[in-house]
């Protein structure tokens, strides 16, 4: 049976027994056995650590890491030449500097400064107050900082070193967050909250006060804008933004552009995700790729694409893009009610489909947060080109914001945008509208019929209605056999088949209706063609 004691119990009793065992009477008597018994013990002893080996030279607490001298150096050079603190003010904060007394200090002279006061030593005494700093006044260590200054062209660069070690420290803090959180976690908690938790603090820490913005110099605009005119040059249909498969409608927004907000908008039934679907579908199908130096994919034509659908299952929009693809009617996919060649055709179309970069995520009931971190997780393992969210009014905002849908609503369409243009992607975000349409007679969606928020209209880029009148119609069919009814009829034959995307606001180009072709049964739409662009027949 194995010996079992309390670790104290063991520790004095190995203790004894060994020495015993060491000293030099009992050696002498000891025969082999009992120096396998003193083994033993050693070997007991030695797992408690009776017999301690060398201390470790690391001390049982490490600083964080930080460098007292370039905030003294970076402070100095503020107080001698206030022009250095305008090298340091667009990413360096007080909060940023290890020392509470730096951070005062840092934080007055910008109040001063930023008044079109002087930052002296003079000046700042009157805000510090009289301290006793280990044997030195506020006014001595202030005339020490100003002798030990650096010079102001070096001040950018220690203000760099001084953020850099904030950011360390940041995430020395975040890491043991981390690490208490798992430990003391309820039974009912999700790990995934904790990463995504996780995600959005390392990506606040990254985005707050960076030093890589900041003004740049037009020639360097002008060569990217040179750049993305000679690939869109290159670029099937010679677009400068990625094409939505949908030639007239490309022809009005110059193919999805990066860093756009594009809304999609419409009353139930209208087929707005319908839209949205086929566009994600046609930009992944279209995904081509060219290699560049460093292995990096960069889209030559289409894009990968994620789909965030709050609304549908993952397994309800691959059968809406099987019936597109197959033209097997997505009512008689869900039943099985389909015939030999139809199901030929849905396994043809699913094959082709299989590599296609369309990336789905069905969580539903998510907020501004989540999305953000999964769409930069999804980048970050994939790539992405091309963002997709069904739809607005399913997101929800940060707690603090609750009970208020308003300003809730606003922080989404804000966080859309400035992800847009952090991950450089186009971001199609679909967006109910309120009931007020349908109290009109004409039922084309306007601009203030967006719904619970105007910021949706402030912060896109392009809104576009989908609107089709054929289904308006259809609900209030006259009494047959009337004039009314004939007019009815005549109608539906001009509707039939026809949707219209109003594009109503867009930044980079002209506002206008666009006709498409809409097939309601596989749920998919294409390019008009009118009767009139028909060949005439022989």
């Known amino acids: 049976m194995p010996l079992v004691c309390h670790p104290a119990t063991c520790h004095k009793s190995g203790r004894v027994f060994a020495d015993k065992l060491q000293s030099p009477n009992a050696l002498s008597r000891v025969s082999s056995s009992h120096k396998v018994i003193m083994s033993a013990v050693e070997n007991l002893a030695g797992r408690f650590n009776v017999f301690p080996g060398p201390q470790s030279e690391t001390p049982a607490y490490r600083m964080p890491p930080h460098n007292v001298e370039a905030e003294q150096a970076l402070l100095g050079a503020v107080l001698v030449n206030n022009d250095a603190f305008d090298r340091v003010s667009d990413f360096l904060r007080p909060e940023h500097f290890s020392e509470e007394l730096h951070r005062r200090i840092f ?4 109040q001063l400064i930023r008044a079109g006061k002087l930052a002296t030593i003079v000046t700042l005494k009157t805000f510090l107050g009289d301290h006793d700093l280990g044997g030195i006044t506020v006014q001595g260590y202030l005339a020490r900082l100003a002798s030990e200054a650096t010079t102001i062209i070096n001040a950018e660069d220690y203000g760099r070193m001084v953020y850099d070690l904030s950011i360390r420290r940041n995430l020395i803090g975040i890491g043991e967050e981390i690490v208490n959180t798992a430990y003391d976690s309820p039974v009912d908690a999700s790990p995934r909250a904790q990463i995504e938790e996780a995600e959005r603090r390392l990506y606040e820490i990254a985005e707050q006060g960076r030093y890589d913005g900041g003004f740049q110099r037009f020639s360097d605009a002008l060569t990217t804008a040179i750049d993305m005119a000679a690939k869109a040059y290159e670029r099937d249909g010679k677009l400068s933004g990625i094409s939505t498969g949908l030639s007239d409608l490309d022809g009005k927004l110059g193919g999805l552009q990066s860093s756009d907000l594009v809304i999609v908008a419409g009353r139930p039934g209208m ?6 679907t086929n566009i994600a579908f046609n930009v992944a199908k279209a995904y081509e790729y060219e290699v560049r130096a460093d292995g990096a994919h960069i889209a ?6 994620g789909f965030f659908s709050l609304e549908m299952s993952a397994e309800q929009l691959a059968t809406r893009v099987i019936a597109e693809q197959s033209g097997v009617a997505s009512y008689k996919i869900r039943r099985g009610d389909i015939e030999d060649d139809e199901f030929h055709r ?6 082709e489909m299989q590599t296609v970069p369309l990336f789905i995520d069905q969580t539903g ?9 999964r769409a930069r997780r999804l980048k970050r393992q994939r790539g992405l080109d091309v963002l997709v969210v069904d739809y607005l009014q399913l997101l929800s905002g940060s707690k603090s914001k609750e009970g208020n849908r308003v300003q809730e609503l606003t922080e989404i369409t804000t966080g859309l945008k400035a992800l847009a243009k952090e991950l450089n992607v186009p971001v199609i975000a679909l967006s109910q509208l ?10 084309r969606p306007q601009l203030s019929d967006l719904r619970e928020s105007g910021s949706i209209e402030q912060d896109a880029d392009c809104v576009m209605f989908v609107y089709r009148e054929e289904y308006y119609l ?5 009494k047959p056999g009337t004039e009314e009814h004939a007019k009815w009829m005549s109608d539906m034959h001009n509707a039939h088949g026809k949707a219209e995307v109003i594009i109503a606001k867009q ?16 749920t998919r739409f294409s390019n008009y063609i009118s009767d009139e662009a028909l060949p005439e027949r022989m």
């Open 271 to 276: 087929g707005k995700t319908a839209l949205a």
């Open 507 to 522: 930044r980079h180009g002209p506002t206008g209706t666009v006709t498409l072709a809409f097939e309601a049964e596989m």
């Open 365 to 373: 009931g998510i907020s501004i947060a989540q999305l953000v971190a």
């Open 474 to 478: 259809a609900n209030r069919e006259p």
């Open 300 to 305: 030559k034509n289409g894009g990968i694409v």
């Open 107 to 110: 934080e007055i002279s910008g």
């Open 434 to 443: 309120s009931r007020q349409v349908e109290s009109r007679d004409d039922k």
């Open 346 to 351: 849905i396994s043809e179309a699913a094959r």
